[in-house]
Nanobody, 123 residues
Framework: QVQLVESGGGLVQAGGSLRLSCAASGRTFSSYAMGWFRQAPGKEREFVARISKSGSSTYYANSVKGRFTISRDNAKNTVYLQMNSLKPEDTAVYYC????????????????WGQGTQVTVSS
């Protein structure tokens, strides 16, 4: 059983930064691509960013490109999301997830999810 635990969320003013972490249990972390998603109240969960098994390849939603950076440390079984220049529209619960595909293109390719961490950006 894989467990993903997010941390690092909080309240920040517009223009500020936060760094989210997602710690994974198990010994096969480096064998899976990982992704970050978010869900705002009343909205569907949406893709934010993903990273390949080795960390050499990343992909971002247009809404966060240039502001957010996904990275991973396979020695620590952890994936990160550095969020800069935050906007009120970034307010959401942020989830990390493990992908069964090397280069996932659908939310349905993710099999394990964390419990989420709240990010609130005030204007």
């Amino acid at each position: 059983q894989v467990q993903l635990v997010e941390s690092g969320g909080g309240l920040v003013q517009a223009g500020g930064s936060l760094r989210l972490s997602c710690a994974a249990s198990g010994r096969t972390f480096s064998s899976y691509a990982m992704g970050w998603f978010r869900q705002a109240p009343g909205k569907e969960r949406e893709f934010v960013a993903r990273i390949s098994k080795s960390g050499s390849s990343t992909y971002y939603a247009n809404s966060v490109k240039g502001r957010f950076t996904i990275s991973r440390d396979n020695a620590k079984n952890t994936v990160y999301l550095q969020m800069n220049s935050l906007k009120p529209e970034d307010t959401a619960v942020y989830y990390c997830a493990r992908s069964v595909s090397s280069y996932p293109t659908s939310i349905y390719e993710y099999d394990y999810w964390g419990q989420g961490t709240q990010v609130t950006v005030s204007s």
